[in-house]
């Protein structure tokens, strides 16, 4: 990364939280001529490499998307490869998280989960839990549709034991239901491969963020990447709803 990278840009411009939708692993895979297992290999490398990024932009909060719960509809030995690179990712990352001072979080629906990767989520979780350096958070078995069907059903069931009043269900609540509750929203999102689409990704937390959407398949997007959205981050007005 080049030296001016962190002083180019205003402190205050920097997004505190960037969101980024890995897409692209096959088609990466496909023109260089790999096979799909070595494109989400080289797509879970690659998040080291951001986290890295983000740490010398300083940026505090980073998400990634790296399994809805729509892609148990892929095929089974995709499946069963992308968990296992998750576990021993899950697994391995840990040393290199505490060297760096990453806290390391999972969102989304854990039940569903093979257990053993459940424990290895809870002590990830537990063992980084007093780092401060950058924020990162898996979504895993993750869908913005089904986090909201969660925290519905939590609050009504503590409606209905006469904990919580309907009166009392607001925005604050809602979002204290949340898998994110103790995540800032995301400022900023990122898409690489060229779609277009959210995907069931963070629905209610990305109600003001800003959008940036790249062709570079998710492998190839590099830390001066991350810093050209930043900037075009860095040069947009935000509004809130509101006017200036
Ligand atoms: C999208 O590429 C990527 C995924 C569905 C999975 C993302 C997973 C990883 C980057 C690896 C595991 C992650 C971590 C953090 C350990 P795609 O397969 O949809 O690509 P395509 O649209 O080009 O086929």
Known sequence: MDENMVTAIPAERIPR????ILDGNGRYAKSKGLTRPQGH????DNVETISDAC???????LTVYAFSTENWKRSEEE????MGLMRWYLKNYMATALRKG???RVIGDRSKLDPEMVREIEKDERETAHLTNLNLTFAINYGSRDEITRAVRAIAEEVKEGKTLPSEIDEKLINAHLDTSVLPDPDLLIRTSGEERLSNFLLWQLAYS???FTEKYWPEFTPEDLKEAVLNYASRERRFGGRK
């Open 55 to 61: 740490i010398e932009l300083g940026i505090p909060y």
């Open 102 to 104: 990453i806290r390391m």
């Open 210 to 212: 800003e959008f940036y």
């Open 17 to 20: 939280h960037v969101a980024i």
């Open 41 to 44: 290999k080289a797509g879970a």
């Open 79 to 82: 499946v069963s490869y992308l």
